[in-house]
């Protein structure tokens, strides 16, 4: 519910966000109508471009993660269809030869049992608003939660959300193109399709629509940014802090059951939607009773995972014989997590040797609702949850929980572990827009290909571009030969997710100014190989510290994030 409230907010707040309030005088112009009777235009233009950004949030989601359709080619098509409009605004008598050339009044005629300039009414205010829908679409960190959290996880929440939002998002969009309407209404000319006013407002469409398609909106929504006496995406960014999210187990400080099992018996949810099974046949939780069974969730471009991937492996090797069952449940982060042979390659690569299937539409991570990588579910010989165990760390106690449910009495495989975490380290670092955080320079983080000026001084967890770059909700694309990024992190190792397109291999430059010689293993002398889709161990640094990280990546590698460790 509360998630539900801050999308219908978000919705409304959107309008406010510098990336929109260049546009509105695209909604106040398009209230425009042929007679001032017609009150019927503004409500068209709301509800087509509530249609179209539900539709067109599906299409990125879907052309993201399956086709690789990259969303400049919705922005693109948003800004044509705006240019569309302002050239037949600016000369109405095009319009009237397409429609008088394919013979559309009669069939609309028919089809509205009204006149011909009914049908001229309809016409424009909808492809107005299906035109400004993937525009409208990108302007809140609530629709990227929505799109890159909420969405694969369930898509009967994030169809809600998404509803919500657009819902509060069309709301404040038509109050604003009923207030234009009535003051433009007093004005006789304004409502002339032949009359000046009519003409130039068509240029402001076509100037707007050159705009988008050209990424030169950029520069005004930075003066507006720059201008604003509020930050609404920092509101948003707030609201969503606060909303917290229930769990089917919540480990707790009570001890319970020789002091080891954290929760209270729960049946377990069973395994659904896993495909593409690896080491085993396809299992469930059902024909395993009898059994105990750990359901290991991870990805395997996750640092954190990667690192307990070896403490899960001796578990299975020491306790398999006497009853335990581990299934790694493979719940993608990244688009490239979802190709069978990608995540076969790195079972190969890490050694696991225990079943592992795919959860590529996270039907089994949402029942157990899960939120982690690495998250294990130790369950009991009835089918119940016993033990929940979220992040890194703790493999000391998660053994004696699995031993004490086994009944067996033994010396610990892992007696000792340190966390390579330091309270100071840099946070894990997005670059796609989605998740996107601490980007300093010029222009403003959107989606889309831009030439990047760095900033002069890069703060602390801070990071900058340099050169060609285009910008996805996932990921960001070098489109030159010498693009840059430089990153000022506190770590003791760096890592870095990261891909090239098609199957070739480009080679990345990693420079440590302060810190020379100090290089990772997958970047020795300084050049990483880029020749797949996974986590690059770009920097071994001898203490943890401060210290800057800059990359030249060539034309055709995509950057994902930014890991640590110390």
Request: glycine residues 8%; contains cysteine; aromatic residues 10%.
């Amino acid at each position: 519910m509360i998630l539900l409230l801050i999308s219908l907010l978000a919705g409304a707040l959107t309008v406010l966000a510098p990336c929109v309030l260049p546009l509105l005088p695209v909604i106040v112009s398009g209230s425009l109508t042929g007679q001032a009777s017609d009150r019927a235009r503004p409500y068209i233009i709301a509800a087509s471009l509530a249609a179209s950004v539900i539709f067109f949030t599906l299409l990125l989601k879907v052309s993201t993660v399956l086709v690789n359709i990259t969303p400049n080619t919705l922005t693109a098509f948003s800004g044509g269809l705006l240019i569309a409009l302002g050239i037949v605004t600016v000369a109405p008598e095009i319009w009237e030869q397409i429609v008088l050339k394919f013979r559309w009044q009669p069939a609309s005629l028919r089809f509205l049992g009204n006149t011909e300039r009914n049908r001229r009414h309809l016409a424009g205010p909808i492809l107005i608003g299906v035109a400004l829908g993937p525009v409208f679409s990108s302007c809140s960190p609530t629709y990227a939660f929505i799109l890159a959290s909420v969405l694969p996880r369930s898509f009967e929440s994030g169809l809600i959300y998404l509803i919500a939002y657009t819902i509060g998002l069309v709301l404040a969009l038509l109050a604003l193109a009923l207030l234009g309407r009535k003051l433009i209404a007093r004005i006789r000319w304004a409502v002339d399709t032949h009359s000046l006013f009519r003409r130039l407002t068509g240029v402001l469409f076509v100037l707007v629509g050159l705009a988008i398609i050209t990424g030169q909106e950029v520069p005004i929504e930075t003066w507006v940014a720059n201008h604003l006496p509020f930050d609404e995406t920092r509101i948003e960014q707030v609201l969503l802090a606060g909303a917290s999210h229930s769990k089917l187990a919540k480990p707790s400080a009570a001890a319970s059951d020789a002091g080891v099992l954290n929760v209270a018996a729960t049946p377990a949810p069973q395994l659904v939607g896993l495909t593409s099974w690896l080491n085993s046949p396809p299992l469930n939780i059902a024909q395993l009773k009898g059994k105990v069974v750990l359901v290991d969730f991870w990805t395997y471009s996750c640092i954190n995972c990667i690192r307990s991937i070896p403490y899960v492996e001796k578990w299975y090797q020491t306790y398999s014989s006497k009853g335990l069952v581990i299934i790694g449940v493979s719940t993608p982060e990244f688009a490239f997590e979802h190709v069978p042979a990608n995540v076969a390659a790195a079972v190969k690569k890490d050694g696991i040797t225990y079943p592992v299937a795919l959860d590529n539409n996270y039907d089994t991570w949402n029942a157990f609702n899960n939120d982690s990588w690495p998250a294990d579910y130790l369950i009991d010989k009835q089918g119940d949850i016993r033990y929940v165990s979220l992040g890194e760390g703790g493999y000391s106690t998660t053994e004696k929980a699995i031993q004490y449910l086994l009944g067996v009495n033994a010396p610990l495989t892992t007696a000792s572990f340190h966390v390579p975490v330091d309270q100071d380290q840099t946070p894990e670092t997005y670059f796609g827009t989605n998740r996107a955080s601490d980007y300093v320079g010029t222009p403003n983080l959107s989606d889309g290909q831009y030439r990047f000026q760095p900033a002069s001084n890069v703060p602390g967890n801070g990071w900058t571009l340099e050169g060609s770059w285009q910008i996805n909700p996932e990921y960001i694309t070098s489109e030159s030969a010498s693009s840059t990024l430089t990153f000022q992190v506190q770590a003791k190792d760096v890592y870095m997710v990261a891909g090239s397109s098609g199957n070739t291999s480009h080679t990345v430059s990693v420079a440590l100014p302060s810190a020379p010689g100090q290089f990772g293993a997958d970047a020795p002398n300084g050049k990483a190989v880029v020749a797949g889709s996974r986590l690059y161990h770009i920097a071994s640094l001898k203490s943890f510290g401060e210290t800057t990280v800059k990359l030249t990546v060539p034309a055709g590698v995509s950057l994902y994030t930014f890991t640590f460790g110390s």
